[in-house]
């Protein structure tokens, strides 16, 4: 059983430039959720999607903006780079039912130069 | 806004002995998570804490949940080398997690 997929595991940009990644949940998952985690801090809470509606969204500005197709799989974009968004990106699925566990993939490193 | 404090933020554990972490929260949740995480890795989910009192043992690792302090500890027992890793307590917050600031643990010989 595959567990949460990310892609790509690590991009260079430079400032100014749109970037988008991507995310498969977990086999049954039907909720996913984007983190930022900058180096030395926890992760912070981006947005998440559950039928493909934005079900909740963390302080961050309108660059970042995402989707989630009827897969469930989702992306996570982000426009106009800033060097500030040099991050590990983490996408975590979960089922929508309560109390349920969220699986983390293994990040996107991305590096804005 | 939910606050999700740590402490130690840094822990220098000597292998075989007994030490504890601290997770303090703002406000009020039922739902609390410890994850571990490795350099340069994603996040491992250790425990989740559902209900107050609620106490998960995994080998050398204790956690455990009192709601009304707002508070939750991560006991280790007997520290180990492979014990070493940085570790996150998040706090459930209507979907979304809070996550505090970090524990990063070296165990030492």
């Known amino acids: 059983d595959a567990g949460v997929t990310q892609s790509p595991t690590h991009l260079i940009k430079t400032r100014g430039q749109q970037v988008t990644l991507r995310c498969s949940p977990k086999?049954?998952?039907?909720?996913v959720s984007w983190y930022q985690q900058a180096l030395g801090q926890g992760p912070q809470f981006i947005f998440q999607?559950?039928?493909?509606?934005?079900?909740q969204r963390g302080n961050f500005p309108d660059r970042f903006s995402g989707h989630q197709f009827p897969n469930y799989s989702s992306e996570l974009n982000v426009n106009a780079l800033l060097l500030g968004d040099s991050a590990l990106y983490l996408c975590?699925?979960?089922?929508?039912?309560?109390?349920?566990?969220?699986?983390f993939g293994s990040g996107t490193q991305l590096s804005v130069l | 806004e939910l606050k999700v404090e740590q402490n130690p933020l840094f822990l220098s554990m000597q292998e075989g002995k007994n030490y504890t972490i601290y997770c303090n929260y703002s406000?009020?949740?039922?739902?609390l998570y410890w994850y571990r995480q490795d350099p340069g890795k994603s996040l491992e989910s250790l425990f989740v804490?559902?209900?107050?009192?609620a106490v998960k043992q995994e080998g050398r690792l204790m956690a455990s949940l009192d709601t009304k302090a707002r508070l939750s500890t991560l006991h280790i027992t007997a520290a180990v080398h492979d014990l070493s890793a940085t570790y996150f307590c998040?706090?459930?917050?209507?979907?979304?997690?809070?996550f505090g600031a970090g524990t990063t643990v070296t165990v030492r010989a």
């Open positions: 999607y559950y039928e493909e509606e934005e079900r």
């Open positions: 998040a706090v459930d917050n209507d979907y979304k997690l809070s």
């Open positions: 406000t009020t949740s039922d739902r």
């Open positions: 975590a699925s979960s089922f929508s039912g309560p109390n349920e566990k969220l699986f």
């Open positions: 086999s049954g998952h039907d909720t």
């Open positions: 804490l559902l209900s107050n009192g």
